[in-house]
């Protein structure tokens, strides 16, 4: 794969899972390079339909929400809101508390957090979070983005209680650190369904997926696929008619 808009490769230390974001047993986290240039991607491909923002974006399989709180950080100015779901209840908490550092009062309470821990123990890596969380600060400015999280088998097909999506992003599970959850027999079949009824009708739908499945469905055309190391990553927007 050629970066189109992530083209230098920068420092992203400063979204380290469990430097100020918080991380897990059970959650994972994901290429911050490759979540700009993926969101770039999405917002031109919404940007040539006239769409230009801001977004409501919804990750269905958020896991401890460390894509959509990068995402947060990377473009606020872009999204409207961010809407994160998951089979595995024990997850969301640690998604909440990511996605609230999407705020200054969530931002100035994990800084009290990281500066009682390098009072405590004097470690440079609390210093070094100290500093990275300003930069997050910086990075955010006055923005407050707003945020829903809920539990959700997204294999079940139920009417969606999430409607009207710009942009659905997900990574699912590659069944090595986790694995699909839930009732559905076909959970990727049932994912498309689920976000088709989630997504505006011009909306944009980028799975990320291991090389494994096979990334398409009657209901959505690809848009774009992309290819980088173990990952596949397909772009779709819904067949109309
Ligand atoms: C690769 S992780 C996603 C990581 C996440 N994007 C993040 O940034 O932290 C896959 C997630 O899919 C969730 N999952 C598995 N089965 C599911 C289901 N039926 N419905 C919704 N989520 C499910 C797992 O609980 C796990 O959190």
Redesign the pocket.
């Known amino acids: 794969m050629k970066y189109k808009f992530a083209v230098d490769k920068e420092d992203y230390t400063d979204f380290a899972s469990g430097r100020v974001l918080y991380s897990a047993p059970?959650?994972?986290?994901?290429p911050v390079r490759l979540t700009s240039e993926i969101l770039q991607r999405a917002f031109a491909i919404l940007g040539t339909g006239g769409h230009n923002g801001p977004y409501t974006i919804y990750?269905?399989?958020?896991?401890?929400?460390?894509?959509?709180?990068?995402i947060g950080f990377l473009f606020p100015e872009r999204i409207a809101q961010l809407i994160a779901?998951?089979?595995?209840s024990n997850?969301l908490e640690i998604?909440v508390k990511?996605l609230s550092l999407l705020s200054p009062e969530g931002l100035a309470k994990r800084r009290e957090e990281l500066a009682g821990l390098a009072a405590a123990y004097g470690k440079d890596s609390h210093k070094e979070a100290l500093d990275s969380l300003e930069r997050l600060r910086r990075r955010l400015g006055a923005t407050r983005i707003g945020f829903l999280c809920q539990q959700?088998?997204?294999?079940?097909i139920k009417s969606s209680p999430v409607q009207g999506v710009d942009i659905i992003v997900?990574?699912?599970?590659?069944g090595q650190?986790?694995?699909?959850?839930?009732?559905?027999e076909d959970?990727l079949d049932?994912?498309f369904v689920n976000c088709r009824q989630a997504l505006s009708s011009a909306g944009v739908l980028v799975i990320?997926a291991d090389k494994r499945p096979r990334l398409q469905h009657q209901a959505f055309q690809r848009r774009e696929f992309l290819k980088l190391g173990k990952r596949q990553i397909a772009f779709f927007q819904p067949v109309h008619g």
């Open positions: 059970g959650t994972t986290g994901f990750d269905p399989c958020c896991g401890g929400a460390f894509l959509l709180t990068t779901t998951d089979f595995d997850v998604a990511n959700r088998d997204i294999t079940d997900t990574d699912i599970p590659y650190l986790v694995s699909w959850g839930g009732s559905g959970p049932t994912l990320v």
